[in-house]
Nanobody
Framework: QVQLVESGGGLVQAGGALRLSCAAD????????MVWYRQAPGKQREQVAR???????TYADSVKGRFTISRDNAKNTVYLQMNSLKPEDTAVYYC???????WGQGTQVTVSS
């Protein structure tokens, strides 16, 4: 059974930073592509950042240059460093292994203007 536990969200002022973590269990973490998604109120869930097994990264245009995804295979954890946050980054953030179907509870990020 796959378990994904996101943490690190909170309330921050525009221009601030947060670091999200996602601990994965029930998968061979090092063999999985990991993805961060977010869902803002009234909007569809969107992909934010992706990291391959080898560590290659891709980002949504809206976060490129501000967010950094990384992984620690020894800790079965994927991170999302978010800098220069904007009010439009407000959302619930989720992680998932790319081919999996299970979602965690997400972590709320709120950016005030």
């Amino acid at each position: 059974q796959v378990q994904l536990v996101e943490s690190g969200g909170g309330l921050v002022q525009a221009g601030g930073a947060l670091r999200l973590s996602c601990a994965a269990d029930g998968i061979i973490f090092s063999l999985n592509v990991m993805v961060w998604y977010r869902q803002a109120p009234g909007k569809q869930r969107e992909q934010v950042a992706r990291i391959s097994r080898a560590g290659s990264t891709t980002y949504a245009d809206s976060v490129k240059g501000r967010f950094t995804i990384s992984r620690d295979n020894a800790k079965n954890t994927v991170y999302l460093q978010m800098n220069s946050l904007k009010p439009e980054d407000t959302a619930v953030y989720y992680c998932k292994n790319e081919l999996g179907h299970s979602w965690g509870q997400g972590t709320q990020v709120t950016v005030s203007s």
